[in-house]
């Protein structure tokens, strides 16, 4: 067994498992034919919905807690409550609470400034963000903070970037994303989902392997993780593909990049050495032990 099928069963071990997934969906089906009765007078339970977050970038893991999920209102909602007096957002939001409880009358559901969420005692919680399709492309959604405001979005144009520079990259920006994950839950490491995809998108548009195979994630590893300790630790926000929005840092991250960076290069030079179980515990070390032993 070599590099090249250590990370091929690596990877196939980051894939979100079929009974989770019938799970989320049976959640999020409900979800959505409850809004669609109220809002609608539909009762499909997959129209008017799409994931966002890590689940609609397909970069989510099976350690996966957080469900991101956006809710399409129809546009005389926005009339209805832009009407309002006070704060119209926080009404909003909490007339989504109230339909959602017709379901989930045992789940602990809140609003939360810009979202309703959905707290599952599986430990799962969904963020559903209500919104409204603008002239742009984008959505408008409602922000309850500081008496209330709308805000513009553009999901959609995130996950076309994301998808496109993935087709572009032979499906390793997905990859990386995920593995990246492993990484920050093995080692505590404060960063959002958002934040490593929008800095593994950055790093492999030019990285020089970026079309080749599991062959090359030895290297992936050694190379991402010196990008990353090489960001400045000044810096605050990034910016998401598509969209330009601002994605901010959660805490510092780049000491545990540097050393990722190292325990690879340790297991680069045993690999070269044919000490196979060696290179394979410090990538144990980087990655948890989902990877191969």
Not at 44 to 58: C, H, I, L
Not at 66 to 79: A, G, R
Not at 126 to 134: D, G, I, K, Q, R
Not at 179 to 203: E, H, K, P
Request: glycine letters at 8%.
């Amino acid at each position: 067994m070599g590099v090249a099928e250590w990370f091929s069963n690596f990877c196939g071990e980051l894939h979100i498992a079929q009974d989770k997934r019938s799970s989320l969906a049976y959640r999020t089906g409900r979800i959505t034919k409850v809004l669609n009765l109220d809002y609608r007078n539909s009762d499909s339970d997959v129209a008017n919905r799409f994931y966002v977050g890590s689940m609609g970038r397909n970069t989510a893991i099976p350690t996966v807690s957080d469900v991101d999920l956006i809710y399409v209102l129809p546009n005389q909602i926005y009339h209805q409550y832009n009407a309002y007096a006070g704060n119209k957002q926080s009404a909003l939001l909490s007339a989504i609470r109230t339909t959602i409880r017709k379901t989930y009358k045992a789940s602990d559901i809140f609003g939360d400034g810009q979202v309703v969420v959905i707290a599952f005692d599986d430990g799962v919680t969904y963020e559903l963000l209500p919104a409204f399709l603008n002239t742009e492309g984008g959505y408008t959604f409602p922000d309850s903070n500081n008496g209330g405001s709308w805000r513009d979005c553009k999901p959609k144009q995130e996950m076309a970037a994301f998808a496109n520079r993935n087709t572009e990259c032979n499906g390793n920006l997905v990859e990386l994303a995920r593995m990246v994950r492993a990484w920050r839950d093995c080692n505590n490491v404060s960063m959002s989902g958002m934040l490593i995809d929008t800095l593994a998108y950055q790093f492999i548009e030019t990285w020089a392997h970026r079309k080749q195979s599991y062959l090359y994630y030895d290297f992936m590893t050694r190379d991402f993780f010196n990008f990353l300790a090489n960001q400045n630790s000044q810096q605050e926000y990034w910016l998401a593909p598509g969209s330009g929005s601002y994605v901010y840092r959660k805490g510092t991250f780049e000491f545990k990049a540097r050393q990722a960076e190292l325990r690879c290069l340790e297991a680069i030079t045993h690999q070269q050495s044919g000490r196979e179980w060696s290179a394979k515990q410090k990538y144990r070390e980087i990655y948890g032990n989902t990877f191969p032993g």
